[in-house]
């Protein structure tokens, strides 16, 4: 079974500037998490998905993060603008039900640099 | 603040050393998780656990869940160099998800 896709595997782009990630999760899964991940910290929840509906994005910047899963399927994170801060790993899983219960898979994640 | 909190923060074993690692949450998990993720790569899920006072093993991994549903613990026998990595649990203090700070294992051949 195919694992859970990311693109692209790196960017870099300057501060002010936008930027977008995209996920398709394992097939069948209804559950779809974005992550950030900071160089030495643990991975942070910035939000979940089931289907195309919002669990959770409490922990997401929504003043400059913006996320969809428009058709249940594969999700968009966007960043504009992009701050220095935002320098991190950002890692999409996904899990055929709600997280709490089921084991999550990762994607490769993204790194992104924001000069 | 950190919902889940991990100690050590890094760990250096000789090969042939075990190695625990531990995880504490401020308030009381349905079950917890843990995860590996090796230098440069992702989290992969290691194992799940959902009793309290459950104990679980993988060949030389052991996990624990405390009684209390507020701590665990992973305990590897006899490292190999192939355990390098970082091993974060996980779970839901509460309505959101979490992972833990992590402890880094690194693993003297």
């Known amino acids: 079974e195919a694992g859970v896709a990311q693109s692209p595997r790196y960017k870099i782009i300057e501060k002010r500037q936008s930027v977008a990630f995209w996920c398709n999760p394992i097939?069948?899964?209804?559950?779809l998490y974005w992550y950030q991940q900071i160089l030495g910290q643990g991975p942070k929840l910035l939000i979940q998905f089931q289907n195309n509906g919002v669990v959770d994005d409490s922990q997401l910047p929504k003043d400059r993060f913006s996320a969809e899963r428009l058709k249940g399927v594969d999700s968009t994170l966007k960043i504009q603008p992009a701050k220095l801060e935002d320098s991190a790993v950002y890692l999409c899983a996904s899990s055929l039900d709600r997280g709490g219960t089921d084991t999550q898979y990762f994607g490769p994640g993204t790194r992104l640099t924001v000069l | 603040g950190q919902q889940v909190m991990q100690i050590p923060q890094y760990q250096h074993v000789q090969e042939g050393e075990d190695f625990t690692t531990y995880c504490n949450s401020s308030?009381?998990?349905?079950?917890i998780q843990w995860y590996k993720q090796r230098p440069g790569g992702h989290p992969v899920f290691l194992i799940q656990?959902?009793?309290?006072?459950e104990v679980k093993k993988q060949k030389r991994l052991t996990f624990q869940f405390g009684e209390a549903k507020k701590n665990s613990s992973l305990h590897i026998t006899a490292t190999q160099t192939t355990d390098v990595g970082t091993y974060f649990c996980?779970?839901?203090?509460?309505?959101?998800?979490?992972f833990g700070t992590g402890t880094s294992l690194t693993v003297i051949p």
């Open positions: 308030t009381t998990l349905s079950n």
């Open positions: 656990l959902v009793k309290s006072g």
């Open positions: 996980a779970g839901y203090p509460g309505n959101q998800f979490y």
């Open positions: 097939s069948g899964h209804a559950t």
